[in-house]
């Protein structure tokens, strides 16, 4: 039988709580900006999602192309798990956002929001306009990574942009960079012609660059768009497993959200226009005697 010194286990325990005061004392003294907050998780898991979707671009989608192991095209698979991955991105960034107004956010909280923006709505999507001019039977490869960059660096700008122009509150300069990613997406989705696939691309890249102003997802708005990328989820998946009717629900949702993407753009002017008719109005009339 083993004896155990009273005395031997006292220091023992002592020893293990100042170990533990000592980290706790770390802790403490580690600056705010090193702090992850809970927000800041959400964010990470953003970045996450995004580099797997680039992941299973280049796996189910590239190399199978290059190495002729499979037909020419996309493979529904691996093309509707990187889509989803890119969807689950912009839940992460829809949420990260909420959880950031009701806790807390960490002094680098925008500078990581920023930077997992650019790999899920930028890099993500942009390689995935890139794969495909490279799969596509009636694609032009230099043409697709043409457009690609354009893609790329027009969700740059738009994100410098942001972090250094101040907005009226509850508004979005130029097409937010997730719903810019998803419509590229599902410009590609639709399998058009090249040519007007190219254009459509090239103006969603004009549009997150705009000035046209776009509502920031809150409340009833934010809920209809949780709806949506849930819904657009289910229509994914049952084209990768091929479903019945599969094909026609996402060339559905597809084109409701390119409709859509096309014709935000259309009520801001509108309403930007009565806004200035307004004020002109306004004016010749406290100029009249």
Request: hydrophobic share 55%; glycine share 6%.
């Amino acid at each position: 039988m083993t004896v155990i010194d009273p005395d031997t286990q006292t220091d023992w325990v002592a020893e293990a709580e100042a170990k533990v005061a000592e980290a706790e004392a770390e802790v403490d003294e580690m600056p705010l900006s090193l702090r992850l907050s809970i927000a800041d998780t959400l964010t990470l898991g953003n970045a996450t999602c995004g580099f797997m979707a680039v992941y299973f671009t280049t796996t189910g989608i590239l190399i199978p192309h290059l190495t002729g192991s499979d037909e020419s095209g996309m493979a529904r698979h691996s093309a509707a798990t990187a889509v989803i991955l890119m969807l689950a991105a912009a839940v992460f960034d829809l949420f990260d956002g909420i959880v950031a107004r009701k806790l807390r956010s960490s002094p680098m909280g925008a500078e990581l929001d920023n930077l997992s923006d650019l790999i899920s709505f930028g890099l993500a999507p942009a390689y995935f306009v890139l794969v495909y001019g490279m799969v596509a039977d009636d694609a032009h490869q230099r043409v697709s990574a043409l457009a690609a960059i354009v893609v790329l660096l027009a969700v740059v700008l738009r994100l410098a942009r942001f972090s250094c122009v101040t907005l009226k509150d509850g508004m979005f300069q130029g097409m937010p960079s997730p719903f810019g990613a998803l419509t590229v997406i599902s410009i590609v989705l639709l399998e058009l012609p090249f040519v007007p696939t190219l254009l459509a691309i090239i103006g969603v890249a004009w549009l997150m660059v705009s000035r046209v102003e776009y509502p920031k997802p809150r409340g009833v708005l934010a809920v209809a768009m949780l709806s949506w990328i849930v819904a657009a989820m289910g229509l994914l998946a049952a084209w990768a497993f091929d479903a019945p009717g599969g094909q026609l629900l996402l060339q559905t949702g597809c084109a409701l959200q390119v409709v859509t993407g096309a014709v935000i753009p259309l009520f801001a002017t509108a309403r930007r226009v009565n806004t200035i008719r307004d004020n002109r109005r306004e004016a010749r009339a406290a100029q009249l005697p």
